[in-house]
Structures are given as C-alpha cells and as structure tokens.
C-alpha cells in the first residue's frame, strides 16, 4: 500500500500526456501484501485485437508492473514478439517508468532494441522488440508500456495468458471482430471464463490472481496458470486456416509436408547403404534414425510460420536442419527402403501443455516421427494406433535418446500423427520405470582406522543413461570428472579419484560408468574398538526439496528404477555388532527395499527403489514425504562392526 501511494504521489506532480490515463490508473492500485520472495506484482495486463475483414489483425497492448524486490527489476521490461514472414511489424512501441523518488523516465526509438527471437536459430523470421529499464528500476517503481502491432496471422485463433508466476490484479483480452464474424472459447486450467460480449467485441477479464510459487516437481506455470484459447471466424472463408476437428489439423499438415518427404536418388542410394547390414526392421529403422540424429541441428525459419519442412533432397544435400527437416527427411529415408512413417507435432517442453478439446496446431513446438512396425518389432516407445496400427515414436532432434526411448518431456503427452484422414491426436508412450534404470554394484574396502578404497561399477538405461550421455558429451573431459568427483565423494569427504572412466552404447540406449576412489577416515572410530560407518556411500538423486513442510502444486514423479549392492570386506579383527534390519516401504506411486547380510564373508547390503510415474495431488503431499523420508532414513543407518 506505501508503494502505492507513492506512485500516485508521484504520477500526481507529472503533467498532461507524460504518462497515459491508463498507467497511472495501474499505478494507483492497492496490491495485497505477498509474500517476501514475490518479486514484482502486474498491476495491469491488456490486450487489445481488432480483425479486420480481411484477417489482418491490430493488436494494442498495455503493461504495468510494480517492482517488490531487487529481483524483481527484471520483470521491468518490455518485449514484442511479430512474424516478419506473415507481414507482422510492431508499429509503435513506448515505455515509462515513475522512480519512487517522483521522477519519470521515458522510453522510444532510441531505446528500443529489435532481436531475433532464437538466436540459435541462423534465420528465423520471428523478432521480437524490446525495452529494458531493468538497469534503471529501484524497489518499489512502476514500469509501464504500451505497443501497437499488426499481423496476418495463418490461422484464426488466438491465446491469452492471464498471468505468468506474478500476481496480477487486472488481466483483460479483448477482440473486436468485423461485422457478421463469431468467437468461440475455451479455457484452461481455471473455471470457464465467459466472454462480456458487446456488439462484435468479447472481453475475458480475471482479476486479482495470486502469484505461483516456483516449487520443485511441479507441473509448468503454463499447466497452472489460467488461459482462455479464442477461435473466431465468419461464414465466408478467409486465407486464414480454421480447424474444427484434429482431423482437420492432421489434413492440413499432410498437405503442407507431405510433399516435401519424396526421397530422390541419393537419398535412397544411402538409405539402402546405411541399411544393407540390418536383419530386422528395427535395426533398419535404427540405422537411419541414428544417421540423421548425427545431421547438424541448425534452425532456418521461413514459410507458414515454421511448420512446413524444407524437402528432404535439400536437408540431404546441405546435412543440416532443424526438428522438422530432421523428422521429414528421416521420413524420406525409411521410405525408400519401404516403411511407412508420419511426422508427428508435438509440445516439447510441457507434456501437459496440449489439451484436446481445442484442434490447433499452436499448440505445438515440436516435430518427431512416427514409424509404423509389424508385430516383430519391439520397443517402449510404440503405441497402438486405431487405423494405423503399431507406432514406433523417436525424436530424431535429441541426440542423447536412441531408437525404441523417448525424452521424459515428451512421455504421456498428447501429440497429433499427421496422417491426413487417418491422423489424430493420441496420447505418446510412457516408458515403464524398468526402462529408466540404473543398477550400480560397489566393492568396499574397509580398515582398521576407517578408511576405505571404494570400486563402482554403475549401469544406465533409458533416460537415466541418456542424462549421463547428454552430460558427458556436453563437457569437457576435466570438466566431466570434476563433476562425477563431486558426486562420488558426496559421502567420502576428501576422496581421492584413480579412476573415472565412462563408456557410451547409444545404440543400445546403455551407459556404463567405473569409478574408483579412496578416502580417509570414512567410517567413524570409538575407543578404538568400534566402527561406525554407512554402507550406502555413493548417493542417488536426492530429494532434498521434500525437506518443505507445506507446497501448493502437485507433485510430478519420473518413472525410474534403481538398485544397488555393496559388498563390504570388514577389515581384520572386526565382526558385526550391530546391523540395522530389513525395510520394505509400498506406496500408491513406488516401492523400495533394503536388506543386510553377512554372506562369504562380506557385509552385504541392497537397496532397490521404483519410483512410478505419477502426478500427486497436492493433498497427498504428506504421503510422498513419509515415503521418502523412511526411504532416506533407510540409506542413512548406520552399520556398527566391533573388535573382536
């Protein structure tokens, strides 16, 4: 409220037109007092679109946004994203902000920067605006912008956030459409916001929405925060493509790639080389997958706003390309050796971002491939399809997943098979927890004095070795070490490494790692006849997030599984004193298993953990808690040997 009140105060002593009604409106607003790790509150959020009758589109937006904390500076700051392709431009685009001190600073041309919105991408015709006063920002000042845009969109619908993780107070879309035209909605992850319709125009309007709390194991701000989808249109066809059904979707994205997949002759000539040696229709299929995951990624953005492939003789040709290109000439490849594949769109980054009851292909940032097997071909990632059968899913993009796996994000999500008449939206594959898995076996040696010499032996598959092979191929070799040095000797202060030594099977989806180390004094010595020690050395992935008593979001759980034996050779002169006993722990979304034993002479010990996967309602927070906290208590006891 004192923020408030300075900003009206301040916004009072400025004159006319220095800042516009509508900001100083936004700056005057009482915001609720949050909590303190709440950097800024959006006091105002609007979007204004007119159609024309034509299609083209004018969009009027406005910003406001209040700074609560240092970090909270970077949310002052303005950013408009236009389509140069579709004929997009941002045609005027101001920003102020008002000092708590009174003064006011105003943004134009000069300080306007005009970017490429991937600058990975080597052309892309999305750019966006922008406007920073992050640098020029103090607690408790008011950034506000408006910009002015137009646009030719390729498809008659429209998405309206209504907040990002900030709270807002106003958020307001507004469409106002020519004469006879009608909208449809739908929202998304709130209850159904009806439109206040007024002639043609149709306001969605929420307010005083709380801000969402970043938590670990959460689903995505875009999964939780509330958004209506906009459909509009009139009886007499536009250019703009209108979608009633993911039929209809799946039709249209035939149409604009099927074309582009015809292999020409040196695309059969290396797809029937790469594949001479195959027996089997999987082994074809990971012969060519692996040779076009190996093309360079490299992102060239031009027509229908991204969708359509460049030809497979071009991506052939130069050995380059990104998703899409990467999807559609590995379509070229298996037809020429006679099997059939679809591409398939897909959300890469929010498995449950894509929501059926609305056909359209904005949902979407991502191109895979879908290649059809006979019953001989076994994988987990394949699905059943109604009228094209068994479907082999692959990510021909993510060079760390091999054929037959498939990249966590993607797993459960709903993506369309852009099969024309026979495409649809279907749910992907979920890799059962026995495909994500790590087995390590450890050799300890222990003495008198309580050190030991450790040997470590750790199998991977599935995405648990894609993680390890995305890590080791991305690093550095020192860089590499330094890191499995920190997680080895998390439990083993001062451990000293004589061997880390990595081996990849991508082809086989396996990863291997061997590591040895000493270290000093790891188990504690008592009155020289006592030694306590943990026999769990090496860790797994922890779940320190769960230490929070309280958390507002659902929890969501990877599939995995993990075991471990360690074998302990007790040094000379010391027996067992005391041993902790078995464990076993059954829950709705995992089981684990510990046991300890003396067997030829050794301490053995196991544990065994699979984790299903799983979306916890929030209510049930407390069960995941208590699972893991018996888990973690488990790992944790220790072992106690005694001089005979």
Known sequence: VALAA?????????????????????????????????PAVV???ESIVTIGDDGRITTVNTFAVRVLTREGRAYADAVEHYDADSGGKVREMRAWLVRPD?????????????LATDLEQVYNETRKRVISAEDDADVGAVFGYQAVTEERPFFPQNVWAFQSRLPTLVSRFTMTLPA????????????KVEPTVTGSSYTWEMRNLQPIA??????????????????YGSATPTAARSFDTWVDVSRWYAELSDAQSEPDDAIATKARALTANAKTELEKIRAIGSYVQNLQYISIQIGIGGYRPHSAREVFAKQYGDCKDKANLMRAMLKAVKIDSYLILIRADDRSFVREEWPSPTQFNHCIIAVRVGDETNASAIVQHASLGRLLIFDATDDSTPVGDLPDDEQ?????????DKGALIRMPVIPSEGNR????????????G????????????????????????LKRGDYAKIIERWAGRGATGAKFTKIEPTDNQVEGRFALDVEFTADRYAQTMQDRLLVFQPAVVSRTGTGWLADPKRKHSIMLEGTAFTETVRVKLPAGFDVDEMPDAVKISSEFGTYSATYEMKDGQLVFTRSLVQRAATIPVEKYGDVRTFFGRVRASEEAPIVLARK
């Open 214 to 231: 970043p938590e670990v194991a959460s689903p995505s701000v875009a999964t939780l925060a509330p958004r209506v989808a906009v459909s």
């Open 180 to 191: 006879g035209w009608r909208a449809s909605s739908v929202t998304f992850n709130a209850a």
């Open 438 to 449: 790590t087995d390590r076996e450890v050799e300890l040696g222990l003495t008198a004095d």
């Open 412 to 420: 459960g999500s709903f993506a369309l098979v852009a099969a024309g």
């Open 6 to 38: 300075a900003s009206v105060s301040a916004l009072a002593a400025v004159a006319g037109d220095d800042v516009p009604a509508w900001l100083r409106q936004a700056a005057a607003s009482s915001a609720p007092t949050y909590e303190k790790d709440v």
């Open 451 to 474: 050190s030991i010499t450790a040997i470590v032996r750790e199998r991977t598959i599935g995405q648990a070795a894609a993680q390890e092979r995305r890590m080791f191929k991305g």
């Open 102 to 114: 009174g003064s006011i600073k105003k943004y134009g041309k000069d300080e306007t920067l005009d």
């Open 43 to 45: 006091l105002h959020d």
